[in-house]
């Protein structure tokens, strides 16, 4: 009887002792430094959010790849809720095409995004691209038609000027353009060019989760002195 | 009866880690409500620590109003994020959004659910812990 009420004293201990153990293992975990970061040349490349945002997010995006498409439909528009639309962090795609039969697609996005080549509209680029991705055809189909990308664009946005798109279609307008920063890649990837390739100010992301990357997204935020 | 303080302490600490985790390692800014919850829980880890150690059940009359104020703070904290456009009195301030709902990977749950159900257990075993401790005193 005596022994029921009395206080498990030894167990209090040897929790405390392992509270504090896990506490400081987690300190230490999450002192870690963050990986060492590259220089990005994002110069032209279709950009959202606020301009003077101190964290950049680049990400190398192939219009027939899945993974890409699954990214940009369920992941972006949380990193948008809560990281672009707030001014802390603007997002570059840097479209690439190394997937049989993708370049006409990656041609068109550039071709919707220079409508007006003086004043490109990223707006208008990111609606065609979600539209393009929500509605992408079988990665091993050559999907990427004039037909397909034309009907891609009116259902898009009224915005797209059709004539222009196929104009831009048929005469690969932006082909070099997707060249260059196909190559680009490889070169930043050490000619392992994968797609959905993320960095976040030079640091690649290497786990394609929300939670991963809105945690390396705060961590720089962090860093750089960012308020929440 | 004899681990009802206890478990009380244990779930005490454990909130006290969890939120010092998402502040510190994960970098979630806490809002003011979030701070109001936690100048309720964290003196909890360490009263009901000695407590639990000491056996100590007449703790419950002191811990338990800050138990309410944890549990009254996290609940309109619930209210404000649940309900769009409700908040009668603005607890807030300018600084961190006290509405919006921050994703820490557990689905629909948020941080200020978790709270309650923590002040709510809390609640419940240091209360269990006072009426036993009553009656024992009543037995000798």
């Known amino acids: 009887m005596r022994k029921k009420n009395k206080p498990p004293r030894l167990l209090v201990c040897i929790t405390s002792c392992l509270l504090v153990l896990i506490a400081l293992i987690t300190w230490a975990y999450a002192k870690q430094e963050l990986p060492a970061a590259i220089a990005l040349d994002i110069k032209g490349q279709p950009t959202l959010g606020y301009p003077h945002a101190k964290v950049h997010i680049v990400i190398f995006e192939e219009p027939k790849c899945v993974n890409c498409a699954k990214f940009t439909l369920t992941i972006l528009p949380k990193i948008k809720k809560e990281f672009i639309d707030t001014n802390k962090a603007t997002y570059t795609v840097i479209p690439v095409a190394f997937l049989p039969g993708s370049l006409p697609a990656a041609n068109a996005l550039l071709g919707v995004y220079y409508t007006n080549p003086v004043y490109p509209n990223p707006g208008l680029f990111f609606t065609y691209l979600e539209y393009m991705y929500a509605h992408q055809p079988d990665e091993l189909t050559d999907w990427a038609t004039t037909e397909t990308l034309l009907s891609f664009g009116k259902n898009a946005s009224s915005a797209i000027r059709l004539n222009e798109l196929k104009y831009c279609i048929n005469t690969q307008a932006y082909r070099i353009k997707i060249m260059e920063n196909t190559d680009y890649g490889r070169r930043v990837m050490n000619n392992e060019l994968t797609t959905p390739t993320i960095y976040i100010n030079g640091i690649e992301v290497k786990e394609i989760s929300w939670e991963y990357i809105a945690d390396l997204i705060r961590k720089v935020m962090h860093m750089e002195g960012v308020p929440k | ?140």
């Not at chain 2, 969890?18 to 109001?36: G, I, T």
């Not at chain 2, 309109?76 to 961190?96: R, S, T, V």
């Open chain 2, 1 to 140: 009866m004899r681990y009802t303080l206890y478990l009380a302490w244990l779930l005490a600490a454990v909130g006290t880690l969890m939120s010092l985790y998402f502040s510190a390692v994960r970098h979630y800014e806490p809002c003011q409500l979030c701070w109001f919850q936690r100048i309720a829980l964290f003196p909890l880890a360490l009263i009901l620590a000695i407590a639990a150690f000491r056996g100590f059940t007449e703790i419950a009359l002191y811990t338990i109003p800050l138990v309410v104020i944890g549990l009254f703070f996290s609940s309109y904290q619930i209210a404000i994020q649940e309900i769009p456009g409700w908040n009668p009195i603005d607890l807030c301030g300018k600084g961190i959004s006290c509405s919006q709902k921050v994703d820490i990977g557990l689905g629909p749950i948020t941080i200020p659910m978790l709270s309650t159900i923590l002040f709510l257990l809390i609640g419940i075993l240091l209360f269990t812990a006072w009426r036993s401790g009553k009656r024992g005193k009543k037995r000798r």
